[in-house]
T-cell receptor
Framework: QKEVEQNSGPLSVPEGAIASLNCTYS??????FFWYRQYSGKSPELIMS????GDKEDGRFTAQLNKASQYVSLLIRDSQPSDSATYLC????????????FGQGTRLTINP | GAGVSQSPRYKVAKRGQDVALRCDPI?????LFWYQQALGQGPEFLTY????????KSGLPSDRFFAERPEGSVSTLKIQRTQQEDSAVYLC??????????FGPGTRLTVT
């Protein structure tokens, strides 16, 4: 079992709809959770961080964390073609300083 | 302010050559990380520095890989006797005391 799992997609969503991206993790002691956006040929860009159970909203993005279910999600409202990218879920391992463990990413395509 | 910078952006090396990749973190960021990203995968942790101290090098794939940060700012990742399997994008990230890491543009290494 991988430490951080994501559906690789591709996930196709019509413009204006809600895109829902999911991630599960195996280390129950993990404490910090991040979503990065990566455009093709570019480096990961931090878009959301979440540290406690519940929802965290930032503009069109909402991160959701459920530690009991070891589940993190990212919702993108009013999806735009510019949201088309690979979204990486990352988890901070509690034992290993601050290193991040990444999922393989979900490729999201927003169709105009 | 300026983000994380990396050089060179692209490097082509013949098998067996040594390479040196440079990272200049965000000013004031004490933590510096190196990751390796293969095509279609999430970044994988290589090593971590806090100031000049290398606190975790558990992700370095072999003793051909060496990293340093002698003055607690700029870091260099060196790969000796490059092999084809070393071909990847090498990402540097920096952070303050929180776990939020900000990535540079990466160096794409191709070993022929």
């Amino acid at each position: 079992q991988k430490e951080v799992e994501q559906n690789s997609g591709p996930l196709s969503v019509p413009e204006g709809a809600i895109a829902s991206l999911n991630c599960t993790y195996s280390d129950r002691g993990s404490q910090s959770f991040f979503w990065y956006r990566q455009y093709s040929g570019k480096s990961p860009e931090l878009i959301m961080s979440i540290y406690s159970n519940g929802d965290k909203e930032d503009g069109r993005f909402t991160a959701q964390l459920n530690k009991a279910s070891q589940y993190v999600s990212l919702l993108i409202r009013d999806s735009q073609p510019s949201d088309s990218a690979t979204y990486l879920c990352a988890v901070n391992r509690p034992q290993g300083a601050q290193k991040l463990v990444f999922g393989q990413g979900t490729r999201l395509t927003i169709n105009p | 302010g300026a983000g994380v910078s990396q050089s060179p952006r692209y490097k082509v090396a013949k098998r067996g050559q040594d390479v040196a990749l440079r990272c200049d973190p965000i000013s004031g960021h004490v933590s510096l990380f190196w990751y390796q990203q293969a095509l279609g995968q999430g970044p994988e942790f290589l090593t971590y520095f806090q100031n000049e101290a290398q606190l975790d090098k558990s992700g370095l794939p072999s003793d051909r890989f060496f990293a340093e940060r002698p003055e607690g700012s700029v870091s260099t990742l060196k790969i000796q006797r490059t092999q084809q399997e070393d071909s990847a994008v090498y990402l540097c990230a920096s952070s303050l005391v929180t776990a939020e890491q900000y990535f540079g543009p990466g160096t794409r290494l191709t070993v022929t």
